[in-house]
């Protein structure tokens, strides 16, 4: 049982281009999450989903796209990077069953670290 | 979703005991207080979530008091591994976003 896993490690990009970072759970969760961490802050959320094909934005959506067409993957899509975006990018995932929303205990990946240059 | 406030700090030495308090004051009726650890360069983990009153898992314990303001984490005897963000949050059953402060950076030291 791999838990949360995410693909790039690191990355980087230059400003215009883009990228998919992917996000695989194998816990057969229904709820996945995507939060940025800049330095030295929280988490910000990105984009939620609670289903296969049920997506939703969160705090900072802007300049991201997300899709859920299984229930096992989330990838973040970043069309035209920006310096803005260079972060740290957590992948989390729930059960989704309980009826408690994001007070469910999240299940965290190992982060994607980007760099925009 | 209810503001939280912790030290944006601390630092305890090896073998004593650590309380981060947490205050809440608009905490809603159905909310429940979370608290995740993260090391550096690793996603959070769950440590603790309690309502009311006093929560103890294998890892720490969480202590309410009656008007649910306020929230205080306790780790006991805290090692250098201990060393890491600690993060409280409160949430709604009906919400999916989970808001994270800046959260408690807990230094050990030997």
């Known amino acids: 049982n791999a838990g949360v896993t995410q693909t790039p490690k690191f990355r980087i990009l230059k400003i215009g281009q883009s990228m998919t970072l992917q996000c695989t759970q194998d816990m057969n969760h229904n709820y996945m999450y995507w939060y940025r961490q800049d330095p030295g802050m929280g988490l910000k959320l990105i984009y939620y989903s609670v289903g296969a094909g049920i997506t939703d934005k969160g705090e900072v959506p802007n300049g991201y796209n997300v899709s859920r067409s299984t229930t096992e993957d989330f990838p973040l899509r970043l069309e035209l990077a920006a310096p803005s975006q260079t972060s740290v990018y957590f992948c989390a995932s729930s059960p989704g069953t309980s009826g408690r929303g994001s007070q469910e205990t999240q299940y965290f990946g190992p982060g994607t670290r980007l760099l925009v240059l | 979703l209810a503001k939280t406030t912790q030290p944006i700090s601390m630092d305890s030495y090896e073998g004593q005991e650590v309380n981060i308090t947490c205050s809440h004051n608009n905490i809603a009726t159905n909310d429940y207080i979370t608290w995740y650890q993260q090391f550096p360069s690793q996603g959070p983990r769950f440590i603790i979530q309690?309502?009311?009153t006093k929560v103890t898992n294998e890892v720490a314990s969480l202590f309410i008091p009656a008007d649910r303001k306020s929230s205080t984490l306790s780790l006991p005897r805290v090692s250098l591994s201990d060393t890491a963000v600690y993060y409280c949050?409160?949430?709604?059953?009906?919400?999916?976003?989970?808001?994270f402060g800046k959260g408690t950076k807990l230094s050990v030291i030997p």
């Open positions: 949050l409160v949430g709604g059953a009906g919400s999916y976003q989970l808001t």
């Open positions: 309690g309502y009311k």
